[in-house]
């Protein structure tokens, strides 16, 4: 067994567990972070994911963690070693990537912020799990077989649970959250461009009550 890493995944499934839904945010203006977190908790969600894909992010979860103790912010989109630093000093509770590398899982074993590395395929899942991964994101989940896949990998290897993110919406998120080998589910619905562009965070309220109602 390969020795280049150790899962670093201390308290991430009570993390996970807060909501049944983790919106993933990509924020354009900063000032929109915390009136957006506040209207998240407002709806029920207290957990977030700020992906890293825009210049303001690590702005946006720094002004999260420090004005709204009440949401857990969690950092996406994080490729690299220095990325998974920077968003650990910004004060990101957890570090979410769509897939791993051994730099990204270097960096994750010697922090104390807990990761969730993407996988796809079986092999992905127990080249993770072999490292001690339990807790996996699915992505893209319904380009990678969606629902069907995820039963499928249950059968062989039902120790890991995972966080399907990637084409998941209200219509469908019930489904996922349904499956034993799901924890929680990522998705941008909770969140339009519009409603961000326009601050209407009542809208968004709604949908993150909507979204908190749904049943594991």
Known sequence: MSTWVQANQGGLAELLAISPVIPVLTIEVVSHAVPLAHALLEGGIGVVEVTLRTEVALQAIAAMAASVPGMVV???????????????????????????????LDAAAASSVPFLPGAATPSEVLALLEHGYRWQKFFPAEPAGGIPMLRAIAAPI???????????????????????NVICVGGSWLTPAESLRAGDWRRIAVLAAEAAALKR
């Open 74 to 104: 969690g950092a996406g989109t994080v490729l690299t070693a220095v990325q998974y630093r920077r968003v650990a000093e910004a004060g990101a509770r957890f570090v979410v990537s769509p897939g791993s590398s051994p730099s990204v």
């Open 158 to 180: 039902p120790e890991v649970r995972f966080c399907p993110t990637g084409g998941i919406g209200l219509a469908n998120a019930a489904d996922y959250l349904a499956l034993a």
